[in-house]
């Protein structure tokens, strides 16, 4: 069955927002639909990497691989990141128009348009065009209001507590 199309946003302060998306890949591709996960601002080993690894159907693209925090990235590993970046996008774009995949994701858009690490109209101009039937998940904090507008779909995670307020750090397989 083709989808829809349509376009789901999961923001806020809480956990759980590449979590929620990348359930949704595990659903779509254990239906056989094609899931293509762009990972945005996120170079650091996680354990959904190693599994999304073994699962036919999913491909990974990743963009900010040994960079660490937007904040904190130089000048020059700026502009390395948003050309990755882009170049990500037109990537993911592309094969949504060829129709080599159902579900499109990409994850931390959100902070990669707030950094300025992502051409925006590319996504704009997405949206507006968007490939028929490919089903779009975007994650990340603070959404621009143009986003927030377009998406069908809206989960917003709240956090109420968490245990990197108390110190702790994350942990590999539950944070990492």
């Known amino acids: 069955m083709e989808g829809l199309g349509l376009i789901h946003l999961y923001t806020g ?21 094609p899931v293509l996960v762009l ?8 354990g959904e990497l190693e599994s999304l690894g073994h699962l036919p159907g999913i491909t990974l693209l990743r963009g900010a ?8 990235m130089t000048p020059e590993e700026r502009a390395r990141c948003k050309l990755r970046h882009d170049e990500m996008l037109r990537q993911g774009i592309a094969v949504a128009r060829e129709g080599s995949c159902g579900l499109l994701i990409l994850d931390e ?13 590319s996504l704009r101009d997405y949206l507006e ?3 028929p039937g490919v089903e779009l998940v975007l994650t990340g904090r603070n959404p621009p209001d143009w986003l927030w507008e377009r998406a069908d779909y809206i989960t917003e ?14 942990r590999e397989g539950i944070e990492l």
């Open 39 to 46: 990972q945005f601002l996120k170079g650091r080993p996680t």
């Open 109 to 121: 858009v959100t902070g990669a348009l707030k950094h300025d690490l992502l051409e925006e109209g």
């Open 157 to 170: 995670m709240k956090k109420h507590r968490h245990p990197y307020d108390s110190g702790i750090p994350a």
């Open 13 to 33: 302060e809480g956990k759980g927002k590449t979590t929620a998306a990348l359930g949704l890949a595990l659903r779509a591709a254990g239906r056989g639909i």
């Open 129 to 131: 065009h968007p490939a």
């Open 65 to 72: 691989e040994g960079l660490g925090f937007a904040s904190a």
